[in-house]
């Protein structure tokens, strides 16, 4: 069983940056690949960020690419999402989750393990 926990999130203007971090239970956070979606009110949760086990590979939704970095530090047992160029369409509840096999990055159902989110507003 792995419990992850979010923290980072807060209330930002746009063009402002947040660093939501994850930080998984458990030695084996390495047996892990990690995904950060949200949910906006009203709206059905998306994917946002995929890291592979290594860190070597990176997955972003279009609308964060070149605004969004995911990352992972072993060291620290955290997984980060470095959000720069805050926008208010931003504004949500982050999700971290992890999942041992992956088959679609992108789907929610893929994933094992979820944090309880954490909140970004982003006002304009």
């Known amino acids: 069983q792995v419990q992850l926990v979010e923290s980072g999130g807060g209330l930002a203007q746009a063009g402002g940056s947040l660093r939501l971090s994850c930080a998984p239970s458990g030695r084996t956070f390495s047996m892990y690949v990690m995904g950060w979606f949200r949910q906006a009110p009203g709206k059905e949760r998306e994917f946002v960020a995929y890291?592979?086990?290594?860190?070597?590979?990176?997955y972003y939704t279009d609308s964060v690419k070149g605004r969004f970095t995911i990352s992972r530090e072993k060291a620290k047992n955290t997984v980060y999402l470095q959000m720069n160029s805050l926008k208010p369409e931003d504004t949500a509840v982050y999700f971290c989750?992890?999942?041992?096999?992956?088959?679609?990055?992108?789907?929610?159902?893929?994933?094992?393990?979820w944090g309880q989110g954490t909140q970004v507003t982003v006002s304009s």
């Open positions: 989750a992890a999942a041992v096999e992956i088959t679609t990055m992108s789907k929610p159902e893929a994933y094992d393990y």
């Open positions: 890291i592979s086990r290594s860190g070597g590979s990176t």
